[in-house]
């Protein structure tokens, strides 16, 4: 099996490593060994200082501490966001069709409730024929469900 991650482009990885780490209940990715920040890194590779964002420590990955999910670094781009997601990840926290759907309903916008407050933004929410998602955009405005 390959070893792969997602790469997600931005323009501040900053605001959506802490947003997507506590969506997916992640950890912040440590620098490697020996070096006290990702830009202390970067800068070691010879990144140019002009291309990082050194009023911070340069965190930009996250990880699934169980393992079981992909690293996802958030690479920094200098052109922003114009179009739909053509990549979208699914937050399952109603617990699929064998659950009635008001406690589906119920538990759906209660993560979204949560997750409103962490910066997201409501796009849209269907409810049809036994189907409840809410549509929502992270702080840079890449959509993605909760369902």
């Given at each position: 099996?390959?070893?792969?991650?997602?790469?997600?482009?931005?323009?501040?990885?900053?605001?959506?490593?802490?947003?997507?780490?506590?969506?997916?209940?992640?950890?912040?990715q440590?620098?490697?060994?020996?070096?006290?920040?990702?830009?202390?890194?970067?800068?070691?590779?010879?990144?140019?200082?002009d291309?990082?964002?050194?009023?911070?420590?340069?965190a930009?990955r996250?990880?699934?501490?169980?393992?079981?999910?992909?690293?996802?670094?958030?690479?920094?781009?200098?052109?922003?966001?114009?179009?739909?997601?053509?990549?979208?990840?699914?937050?399952?926290?109603?617990?699929?069709?064998?659950?009635?759907?008001?406690?589906?309903?119920?538990?759906?916008?209660?993560?979204?409730?949560?997750?409103?407050?962490?910066?997201?933004?409501?796009?849209?929410?269907?409810?049809v024929?036994?189907?409840?998602?809410?549509?929502?955009?992270?702080?840079?405005?890449?959509e993605?469900?909760?369902?």
């Amino acid at each position: 099996m390959a070893e792969w991650q997602l790469t997600i482009d931005c323009n501040d990885p900053g605001p959506l490593v802490r947003f997507w780490a506590e969506v997916l209940d992640y950890e912040v990715q440590p620098p490697p060994d020996g070096f006290g920040t990702w830009n202390d890194w970067y800068l070691s590779v010879g990144v140019p200082g002009d291309e990082l964002d050194l009023d911070g420590d340069g965190a930009d990955r996250i990880y699934d501490p169980t393992g079981k999910g992909p690293k996802i670094w958030f690479q920094a781009v200098p052109e922003a966001k114009t179009i739909k997601n053509r990549l979208h990840l699914d937050v399952y926290v109603g617990g699929g069709r064998s659950v009635p759907i008001e406690e589906r309903r119920r538990r759906v916008d209660g993560r979204v409730s949560q997750l409103v407050a962490l910066g997201a933004s409501i796009h849209h929410v269907t409810d049809v024929d036994g189907s409840y998602f809410t549509v929502l955009q992270d702080p840079a405005g890449n959509e993605f469900c909760v369902a």
